[in-house]
């Protein structure tokens, strides 16, 4: 008999969250597992991306609205499972941090199994838990867990440390990539001409304080100020801080040297034709833009921030400090030196093949079995 399980999460929009349990829920094997996907709300643009032998449900068929997190610490998690999930399921999964957790910690099956899944590094614990009344709540929810999920090394050290919750069971489970979907998509063209006299950058993400766009920039705009022009930059992404981007853009004298893409759902075909990709975040999870760049044999220069040492190996050279100096130090070897591109790509070339779905499956499966 197939077992039932339920993925609850808050939404399905353009989060790396968001995309990793598409690729998660869709790389499941069908004849083992009846795949619920269940959202807060009924919203996002990966929402149509799942297979149509999973179901998808929602709780309220509109948009988020304001202030929803804190209105639902009006009412217990186990009212609140009552009302939103009803159902019964095998294993019941908290998809995302926040009320995602709250709810599915509400769960009273004495036979199903809970889990939870943390995607980023905790870097304030009053907003990482504003979800929950309190922080002791917080530790009581996260307590009713069988397990709990962290989607790399730093991110379960973070976790840990910051919580001081040391008696929990977290271990590390990484995002599930689609690499065949990534590999084909890469070959379609792009509608944008790319000059072949320039090293042409990107980077993929939501334009806000997280990714550090605002840093890179300015070191862009640094360097283009002492003679190093030959290089454009593309953003794929939307976010609060596009108008902000666009300012510094402005006076930093590089408006013409970076464009703006805006949401692209599958960027893998505008990846691949970049010469180098630049992860500036200040904090992250395990990133799927750096994995998959890294597939895709474009070489990636990173901050130095949770998972990118175990996507890109101990010794990479490409990771630099998490700050602006960093990222300038970074660009400034990229621009000067040829041969460190060179031994960048080799060194992606040779990660990519350490990648596999069926592997990132196997060690989802073993988590939730064991």
Request: hydrophobic letters at 40%; one cysteine or more.
């Amino acid at each position: 008999m197939k077992k039932k399980i339920l993925f609850f999460h808050f939404d399905l929009g353009n989060g790396g969250a968001e995309r990793v349990l598409v690729n998660l829920a869709n790389a499941l094997d069908k004849d083992k597992y009846d795949i619920t996907v269940k959202t807060l709300f009924n919203y996002g643009v990966n929402k149509n991306l799942l297979n149509s032998n999973i179901r998808r449900q929602w709780v309220f068929d509109f948009a988020p609205i304001s202030g929803i997190n804190k209105l639902l610490t009006l009412f217990p998690p186990k009212l609140l499972h009552r009302w939103f999930i009803k159902d019964k399921y095998d294993y019941e999964i908290a998809y995302l941090e926040g009320s995602a957790a709250r709810i599915v910690s509400g769960c009273k099956n004495p036979s199903a199994k809970i889990f939870a899944w943390i995607h980023v590094e905790i870097t304030n614990l009053k907003k990482y838990f504003s979800s929950f009344r309190s922080l002791k709540e917080a530790s009581i929810c996260y307590r009713r867990f069988d397990k709990i999920a962290c989607v790399s090394e730093n991110t379960k050290t973070s976790f840990i440390e910051r919580t001081g919750w040391h008696d929990m069971n977290v271990q590390v489970v990484h995002n599930v990539i689609d690499i065949d979907e990534i590999l084909n998509k890469a070959k379609n063209e792009i509608p944008i001409p790319l000059s072949d006299n320039v090293i042409n950058l990107c980077s993929v993400g939501r334009l806000n304080h997280q990714k550090g766009y605002d840093r890179l920039v300015k070191v862009l705009g640094r360097l283009h100020q002492q003679g190093f022009n030959e290089w454009h930059l593309y953003l794929l992404g939307r976010g609060e801080d596009l108008e902000h981007l666009k300012q510094l853009t402005v006076e930093g004298g590089i408006s013409d040297k970076v464009t703006f893409l805006g949401f692209v759902q599958k960027p893998y075909e505008y990846i691949s034709k970049m010469d180098l990709f630049v992860c500036s975040s200040r904090f992250e999870g395990y990133s799927t833009a750096v994995t998959e760049s890294v597939l895709l044999g474009v070489p990636v220069i990173t901050t130095e921030c949770s998972g990118m040492k175990e996507i890109l190996g101990n010794d990479y050279p490409g990771i630099f400090s998490n700050d602006e100096q960093g990222i300038y130090e970074a660009l400034l070897k990229v621009f000067s030196d040829v041969d460190f591109k060179i031994n960048l790509k080799r060194l992606c070339d040779e990660r990519a093949s350490l990648f596999s779905t069926k592997k990132l499956i196997n060690e989802f499966e073993s988590f939730i079995n064991e």
